[in-house]
């Protein structure tokens, strides 16, 4: 959590986290492993599985599509795309 709250997640909150990693978890899109290393209680740590990885990519180029298609309507006429 606190890695997400320094990356501008600052009002994420477990009850909205913990059943998205759920679902990720049941599509087969991440898994998890205990961490039973450090101090304190036992915590899960996620990762990405290969088809986890796979859907990223899928995700990443359409959104830069989508990026593209706002960049273009927000550009002044004539100006070269980015």
């Known amino acids: ?3 997400l ?3 501008g997640f600052a009002r994420l909150q477990g009850g909205t986290l913990y ?5 990720l978890e049941e599509q087969r899109l ?7 290393s450090a101090s304190g209680p036992a915590r ?3 990762a ?3 088809l986890g990885t796979t859907e990223l990519h ?3 180029g359409a959104w830069a599509e989508v990026t593209r298609a706002l960049d273009s ?3 002044p006429a004539g100006e070269a795309p980015r």
């Open 19 to 23: 059943p998205l990693l759920r679902r």
């Open 44 to 46: 899960k740590v996620f």
């Open 30 to 36: 991440i898994s998890h492993e205990w961490d039973t």
């Open 5 to 7: 709250r320094s990356a």
């Open 58 to 60: 899928h995700a990443r």
């Open 73 to 75: 309507l927000h550009r």
């Open 48 to 50: 990405l599985t290969e």
């Open 1 to 3: 959590m606190t890695l």
